[in-house]
């Protein structure tokens, strides 16, 4: 198998995922606040790529400035990831849709009806997370165009399975819409794994971290291009009854700080000053403070370090364009390399017969 070749046979595999994302590569950036703002996502989308941006806890009117100036950037097709549990959801929705955006990723919980009906009226396409396969079906069910299957691995909030166990559950068993890959993922032989077995296309957030057009700080990057995959752990829920949500992050003062606040915030629940969804919601404030923190000004020591596992293979600071070619080109050492071994292992046998 030559290249050109195995770029054909790539190109099939991901034809779905391309064709769903209108772009030329099916690889979605990872919405990671303060990190997946305009200059990341304009360029992952002009590269060839999906950005999506990360709306976290901003208010309509920022996310409105935001999906304009990278609207500025790119002719592209890029999306925004809304978090489910934001109090202006709905109004939020209406951004994307007056701004035409046509892929709204709703993360963070089961997405409510409401928000599900206003995206399929405005004929944006909606792509959901799903942690199990009875909840994929039922995304499917409710009108989910595209699902987003994301493991442990992952940076930032992170749910109890890992992606190759999600990926073997859910990728034989839904097919009616597409399915996209994420956790863990830094390399295109795994994309290309992911793809033979079913999946539309993949997401990589960690490994972008590092870009060129990045603009998170400079002690930020460092932080990431000196961890290896078992610096990046997740942060531990102190109380059952308390179910907060956990984030992979790599380990420093920030971490504690968070134990600390997850702790205050239990008490307040359990002396009724606070209700349980307003705390939880707090508990995401404090995250987007810490993250600020570390991916704006730099204090990687207070901040917060959200990373995923494959933060090991970040080894460098690179354009997005160059990334994203070295992770195609990575696919296509795979297919060509299997292609010869396979070829290689046919004329054994047909030597032996001979022989």
Known sequence: MNRKTARRRLDHLWERGRAFLGCDLA???????????????????????????????????LLATEIAATAELTQRPFGVNLITLHPQLLELIDVCLDHKVGHIVLAGGLPPGAAITRIKQGAARLLCFAPALVIARKLVRSGADAIVIEGMEAGGHIGPVSTSVLAQEILPAVREVPVFVAGGIGRGEAILGYL?????????????????????????????????????????????RFPV????????DGVKRFMEFQRAMIDRVDRGEIEQK????????????????????????????????????????QPVPEILQE?????????????????????????????
């Open 27 to 61: 690889i979605m950036g990872g919405a990671m606040t303060w990190v997946s703002e305009r200059h990341l996502v304009s360029a992952l989308s002009n590269a060839g790529g999906f950005g999506v941006i990360a709306s976290g806890s901003m208010s309509p009117a």
């Open 327 to 355: 992770l195609v080109d990575q696919a296509l050492d795979a297919l060509i390399a299997r292609e010869g071994a396979l070829s290689g292992a046919g004329e054994a046998r047909r030597a032996e017969a001979v022989g």
């Open 245 to 252: 949500i956990p984030v992979r992050a790599l380990v420093n």
């Open 196 to 240: 033979e077995m079913g999946g539309s296309g993949c997401q990589l957030g960690t490994r972008f971290v590092c870009a060129t057009e990045s603009i998170a700080h400079a002690h930020f990057k460092k932080a990431f291009l000196r961890a290896s995959a078992r610096d990046a752990v997740p942060s531990v829920q102190l109380d059952p």
């Open 278 to 317: 307003a705390a939880q919601l707090e508990i995401e404030h404090f995250w987007a403070g810490a993250l600020r923190k570390a991916v704006i000004d730099g204090d990687v020591e207070n901040g917060s370090l959200m990373a995923g596992q494959s933060v090991g293979m970040v080894t460098r600071e």
